[in-house]
């Protein structure tokens, strides 16, 4: 069964720096990859999907990377701001019948 | 309404109660999700239907009842909950395009559900 890791677990950071998040998978043979945020007590908002023929998309400050065959992806924040703060979450689609698969996040405090 | 929109937004409920949940998308999309969110742990994906027919089973227990009666809503009977079943229940929504790598998923804001 695929399993999502996301390292850190939770980071804290402040206003104005670079930082990225990790985002680890077990079974290289996905489909895509998927960035989210959560703010708390709120669903799900998408990020950048990343193809598993692609290697990286980029959104404004954001740019997430794939490296399918070592199982790992990174997303990239530039010149971080206390409004990104929120939980980032990763999640990999692992079949042809649209399983998801999420990892626990990395929870992001930036500071003023 | 645009995107997926849940209702309610917040439900408490005792064990012997039977409520709903309902989820509708406004995105064209085939393909609907339940998820549930506890406390500390990973989303949890619950069920899958790719035009209206049920293409997974997370080994959800039976006092959860997903029903699909179109592409653009889902619902979650509920029934005989218990108290470790309180979390919120995310739906989502995407393309089922079979073999497409794109199916880029949208989420609604979610059903916080207090069992007591």
């Known amino acids: 069964k695929q399993e999502v890791t996301q390292i850190p677990a939770a980071l804290s950071v402040p206003e104005g720096e670079n930082l990225v998040l990790n985002c680890s998978f077990t079974d290289s043979a996905i489909y895509n990859l998927q960035w989210f945020r959560q703010d708390p007590g709120k669903g799900l908002t998408s990020l950048l999907l990343i193809q598993s023929s692609q290697r990286e998309q980029t959104s404004g400050r954001l740019n997430a990377s794939l490296d399918k065959s070592s199982g790992r992806s990174t997303l990239y924040i530039a010149a971080s701001q206390p409004g990104d703060s929120a939980t980032y979450l990763c999640?990999?689609?692992?079949?042809?019948?649209?399983?998801?698969?999420f990892g626990s996040g990395t929870k992001l405090n930036v500071k003023p | 309404e645009t995107g997926v929109t849940q209702t309610p937004r917040h439900l408490v409920m005792g064990m012997t109660n039977k409520k709903s949940l309902k989820c509708e998308q406004h995105l064209g999309h085939n393909a609907m999700y339940w998820y549930k969110q506890s406390a500390k742990k990973p989303l949890e994906l619950m069920f899958v239907y790719n035009f209206k027919e049920q293409t997974e089973n997370n080994s959800v227990p039976s006092r959860f009842s997903p029903e699909c009666p179109n592409s653009s809503h889902l619902f979650l009977h509920l029934h005989t909950l218990q108290p470790e079943d309180s979390a919120l229940y995310l739906c989502?929504?995407?393309?089922?395009?079979?073999?497409?790598?794109?199916?880029?998923?949208?989420f609604g804001p979610g059903t916080r559900l207090t069992v007591l």
């Open positions: 999640a990999v689609r692992q079949d042809n019948f649209n399983k998801f698969y």
């Open positions: 989502a929504s995407s393309q089922a395009s079979a073999g497409s790598s794109y199916n880029e998923q949208f």
